[in-house]
């Protein structure tokens, strides 16, 4: 009997891929990324600025302007108001500006904003930009 021998040459073992190397690669690709897209030095935090009141003169303000002072004091363009008397002297108008402490607890501003004859008036905050620093 005889044995024949195949010309072709045999078939090769098919290689496996090294699935670690892929990982590594990966997790290289992702340490690359956060090192450029991150910051490494710790910022001091801004934090938020809140508006601060002062005493200032009432005739840049808008008109008419309610200012609550922090003892409760009222005043309407400059004149001592009462709170009673805040929707009579408010009387004809549409606007009512109000410049409040930012410390001022909201919901003595929403009571008082909330008396019969207020309650149709549109009533605007005002802030005040401060440039300089104290």
């Known amino acids: 009997m005889e044995i024949r021998k195949s010309l072709l040459p ?19 690709l992702l340490i690359l990324f956060f090192l450029a897209t991150g910051s490494l030095v710790n910022t001091p935090d801004q934090g938020v600025q809140l508006s601060e009141t002062r005493d200032l003169p009432i005739d840049p303000l808008p008109s008419p302007v309610l200012i609550i002072e922090p003892t409760g004091r009222l ?51 005002v802030t ?3 440039t ?3």
């Open 10 to 28: 045999s078939p090769a073992k098919p290689v496996k891929p090294d699935v670690s190397l892929f990982i590594v690669n990966i997790v290289l």
């Open 75 to 125: 005043t309407l363009d400059g004149e001592a108001v009462d709170p009673s008397d805040l929707a009579q002297a408010a009387r004809g108008q549409q606007v009512l500006h109000v410049l409040i402490e930012r410390s001022a607890p909201a919901a003595d501003l929403l009571t008082l904003i909330n008396r019969p004859g207020l309650r149709d008036l549109d009533i605007r905050l």
């Open 128 to 130: 005040i930009h401060r």
């Open 132 to 134: 300089n620093a104290p």
